[in-house]
Each structure stands twice: as structure tokens, then as C-alpha cells.
């Protein structure tokens, strides 16, 4: 029988691939998403080809109440969890810290970090009533880091802020047999740059990574689907980097 998987922000990009991806590996796939229902509907349309369930979910995880109604019906729909991937994340326009305003910094850390702590709060919850344990892998970014000066600081401090969330819930459910770890991916071939106004980000940047390449997303998704794997039974609290060596 297939684990049950919940991958945020799986409409595209990494979550996108991940959630693909796991439907080969032993995985039934929850495919949340937050405003792009097509692509969310295609990707559950890929795991079920691919011989798994899928069950769509919308929910922006920056609303408490969204998080728990998503979690009531993961419950219905399946009666348990064994997986989460917290992928779901924003990045904004380039900006100098003394650009930033309130209402940027609210909105970033609401969904980057608060949602992201809670989906897993919800998550770890059931994992512990289930008493068999189960994986949790947070997506970070190279940017926690390297900084991201005079771009996205901001960003860059929301996912130093998943690292540390990471490290710190792994050591709490370590005893539990829940496994927490976190993926920074690099220069990926994703949408979030043209969402965060520079569509060939990727690829300008290129000629600074050591293999001079950008990555894609499938290639960050299979070091996600190695850390939710058995695989990676002795691995909690850390970070891989997926990055080309940048």
C-alpha cells in the first residue's frame, strides 16, 4: 500500500516534480495548491497515469484556518500521513532592505516561514498519533546563505529561517522515528523568477555556479524523494544542498 504524500505548493516548479516524481515511489499524492488549479489538475493528472491517487487541495497556507480545513480533509480522503513535502513558498520583486516595506515582510514570512511551521505542526501531529513514524522535508534556498544583498534579503532570511526551524523540530521528533531535514536548491529552472520580476534570472546567473549550468526541477525533486526514502533512514536535521556547488 502507497504512503500518503503531501507536497504544498505543487503546481509547478519543484513541488511540481516532486510530487511527479513520488508518484513512483511509492506515494499517493496530496497536490496542494494555492491559485493555479490547472496546473495542479495536470500534475495529479501525471500521478495518477503514473499508477498513484491523487487528491487536489486548495489552501493558502498563510491562513491558519485554510492550513487546518486542508488537513480535515487529508483525513477524510486517506485516514493518515506519511510524508510531507512544505514547499510551498513566494519570493518577491528585487529590492534593497531599505526598500522593504511592512506589508512585503508580513506577507513573506507569513507564507515562507508561519505556514510553513504550522503545515508542518499539523503534520507532525498525525505522524505522532499514527506512532510509525514518517519524513518531513522543508524546502530552503542556497539564498540562506549566501544572503541575496541588494535582491532578497528578505527571502533569503525566511529560508535561514526554515534551516533553523528544521534542525530544531528534528531534534524534538527524533525519538518519534520522524525524520525533518531541508533541501536548498540553487539556480533552478522554476517560474518563481519571473514571478519575482526577472523571468531569466536563472540563466544570467549561471556563469556563477562551478558547473556552470542552472538545475531543474527534477533534479532538486530527487533529492527530496532520496530524503523522504528509506534510503534515508539515518539522516535527520540536515541540509542538502542542491546547488551545482554554488
Known amino acids: 500500500m502507497n504512503k500518503i504524500l503531501l507536497v504544498t505548493g505543487a503546481s509547478a516548479g519543484i513541488g511540481a516534480a516532486t510530487a511527479r516524481g513520488a508518484a513512483t515511489h511509492g506515494f499517493d499524492v496530496v497536490v496542494n495548491y494555492n491559485s493555479d488549479r490547472a496546473g495542479a489538475d495536470a500534475v495529479a493528472a501525471d500521478v495518477r497515469a503514473a499508477g498513484a491517487r491523487a487528491h487536489v487541495l486548495q489552501a493558502d497556507v498563510s491562513d491558519p484556518e485554510q492550513i487546518a480545513a486542508m488537513f480535515a480533509d487529508i483525513d477524510a480522503e486517506f485516514g493518515r500521513l506519511d510524508a510531507l513535502v512544505n514547499n510551498a513558498g513566494i519570493v518577491d520583486q528585487a529590492a534593497k532592505v531599505t526598500d522593504l516595506t511592512h506589508g512585503r515582510l508580513r506577507r513573506m514570512f507569513d507564507i515562507n516561514v508561519i505556514g510553513a511551521i504550522l503545515v508542518a505542526k499539523e503534520a507532525v501531529l498525525r505522524m505522532q498519533a499514527q506512532g510509525d513514524g514518517g519524513a518531513i522535508v522543508n524546502i530552503s534556498s542556497v539564498a540562506a546563505r549566501l544572503g541575496s544583498a541588494n535582491q532578497y534579503v528578505d527571502y533569503a532570511a525566511s529560508k535561514a529561517a526554515i534551516d533553523v526551524f528544521t534542525k530544531g523540530l528534528a531534534d524534538e521528533v527524533a525519538t518519534q522515528n520522524i525524520r525533518v531535514n531541508s533541501v536548498r536548491p540553487g539556480l533552478i529552472e522554476t517560474g518563481i523568477h519571473a514571478k519575482g520580476g526577472e523571468p531569466e534570472r536563472a540563466q544570467r546567473l ?3 555556479v562551478p558547473m556552470q549550468r542552472t ?13 523522504l526514502s ?7 536535521g ?3 544542498e542542491v546547488s551545482g556547488g554554488r
Do not use: K
Open 238 to 240: 540536515t541540509v542538502l
Open 215 to 227: 538545475g531543474s526541477p527534477e533534479e532538486v525533486a530527487d533529492g527530496i524523494l532520496y530524503l
Open 206 to 208: 549561471a556563469h556563477m
Open 230 to 236: 528509506d534510503q534515508a533512514s539515518y539522516v535527520t
